[in-house]
């Protein structure tokens, strides 16, 4: 079946302008997470959701960025007034309930570049 | 908090000899582990996992993880590695409980030499 999708796969834009990032997470499935990855480094987690519900945005570096689910399938990343620190590459994972909720599923990732 | 350790950023061997990618983490909670695979262009694609039970874990393509808990490592291993190896390799721990969050290591890159 159909994996982790994400649009667009490669982002450019000028320094105070918005994006939005999208996530089709896998039919079905509960969890939804977003992670952003600078080079040479791991994901690091930014938020994710259960269903619509934002269960936890500890790992938003900032008010400029925001996150949602509003039918718990589809999410978007948005960040205003990005900043050439934005520049990363963007990862969002799903994960079904039961016994396999341990298990992210990756989609391939936006690159973002701020310029 | 969880921290996630993997010392060598880079991995260098030879076609068909055995390879052992080091991990080790900090965690005041127990947790689970895991180990990621990223090949050029494409996501993160799960190797392998350690949830409960028998410590020595198996993948796919080959690869296996063993859990030590007295020195808090999962290092992946494989007995004789292929060209299509050549990837970068993530090991990740989620703490047990309620939060459901990945943390990831820095990274290690793997290059299969002919």
């Known amino acids: 079946g159909a994996g982790v999708s994400q649009s667009p796969r490669y982002k450019v834009t000028k320094r105070g302008q918005d994006v939005a990032l999208r996530c089709d997470p896998i039919s079905g499935h509960v969890s939804l997470y977003w992670y952003r990855q600078a080079l040479g480094q791991g994901p690091e987690f930014l938020t994710y959701?259960?269903?619509?519900?934002?269960?936890?945005k500890s790992g938003l570096p900032n008010d400029r960025f925001s996150a949602e689910r509003p039918e718990g399938s589809i999410s978007t990343l948005t960040i205003q007034r990005t900043e050439q620190r934005d520049s990363a590459m963007y990862r969002c994972a799903s994960s079904p309930s039961g016994r396999e909720a341990e298990t992210q599923y990756f989609g391939p990732g936006t690159r973002l570049l701020v310029l | 908090a969880q921290s996630v350790t993997q010392l060598d950023s880079q991995v260098p061997v030879f076609e068909e000899a055995p390879v052992e990618l080091r991990c080790n983490y900090s965690s005041s909670v127990s947790v689970y582990l895991f180990w990621y695979v990223q090949y050029p262009n494409q996501g993160l694609q799960l190797l392998l996992k350690?949830?409960?039970?028998?410590?020595l874990v198996k993948g796919i393509n080959g690869f296996e993880a063993e859990f030590n808990k007295s020195q808090t490592s999962f290092h992946l291993r494989k007995p004789s590695v292929h060209i299509s190896d050549t990837a970068e390799y993530f090991c990740?721990?989620?703490?047990?409980?309620?939060?459901?969050?990945?943390?990831f290591g820095s990274g290690t890159q793997l290059t299969v030499l002919p």
């Open positions: 350690y949830l409960s039970g028998s410590t």
């Open positions: 990740a721990v989620r703490a047990i409980g309620s939060a459901r969050q990945l943390t």
């Open positions: 959701f259960n269903y619509e519900a934002q269960q936890d």
